[in-house]
T-cell receptor
């Protein structure tokens, strides 16, 4: 299947700094990518839908100024956690949608996740 | 609104026992897709199965089997003859907007611990 990468896999930062997480689709183009967040021992919650060339669509309760999403190309979406605080510590997982209308296939591939720890 | 419920938060079994994970979902869509994912301690989600709402056939893949019952809105997952490597968190999920590749609503997950 298709491959989605995330970088970094793990990051530790100080409170107040900003952290950028990259999500790349390695062998397909993704007009849509999704960002999920997972607290320890909890489920995955969708944060936002990232659309190439346009603004991201945020889920209710997610601060768009806090979690900046940029989908500048068909293979890259970035999530920037601005002015991070300890409560932002979490596991962030992205996914990329591989939609091939001509072939009638529509599949979401997940990245390996990024573990963010804010001290 | 879509909702996925996994009532069992944790199941502990001894190796070689069978274990069944329950999943109940709610959706207003007549066409939808259901998924099961495995999340080992490493954190990466491992895709197990995708089923569309029109296909109610049960499926078996090795030691894994799935029972889809549209009448009760359930999509249960059974691991036969469990092994220690099956220890992980398992998530049931539902795609939105009638599209298989669209955003997912996840259940709360069931942690499976298989003891030797």
């Amino acid at each position: 299947g298709a491959v989605v990468s995330q970088h970094p896999s793990r990051v530790i930062c100080k409170s107040g700094t900003s952290v950028k997480i990259e999500c790349r689709s390695l062998d397909f183009q993704a007009t849509t990518m999704f960002w999920y967040r997972q607290f320890p021992k909890k489920s995955l919650m969708l944060m936002a839908t990232s659309n190439e060339g346009s603004k991201a669509t945020y889920e209710q309760g997610v601060e768009k100024d806090k979690f900046l999403i940029n989908h500048a190309s068909l293979t890259l979406s970035t999530l920037t956690v601005t002015s991070a605080h300890p409560e932002d510590s979490s596991f962030y997982i992205c996914s990329a949608r591989d939609f091939l209308e001509r072939e009638g296939t529509d599949t979401q591939y997940f990245g390996p996740g990024t573990r963010l720890t804010v001290l | 609104a879509q909702k996925v419920t996994q009532a069992q938060t944790e199941i502990s079994v001894v190796e070689k026992e069978d274990v069944t994970l329950d999943c109940v979902y709610e959706t207003r869509d007549t066409t939808y897709y259901l998924f099961w994912y495995k999340q080992p301690p490493s954190g990466e989600l491992v895709f197990l199965i995708r089923r569309n709402s029109f296909d109610e056939q049960n499926e078996i893949s090795g030691r894994y089997s799935w029972n889809f019952q549209k009448s009760t809105s359930s999509f249960n997952f059974t691991i036969t003859a469990s092994q220690v490597v099956d220890s992980a968190v398992y998530f049931c999920a539902l795609s939105e907007a009638r599209a298989a590749g669209n955003k997912l609503t996840f259940g709360g997950g069931t942690r499976v611990l298989v003891k030797p």
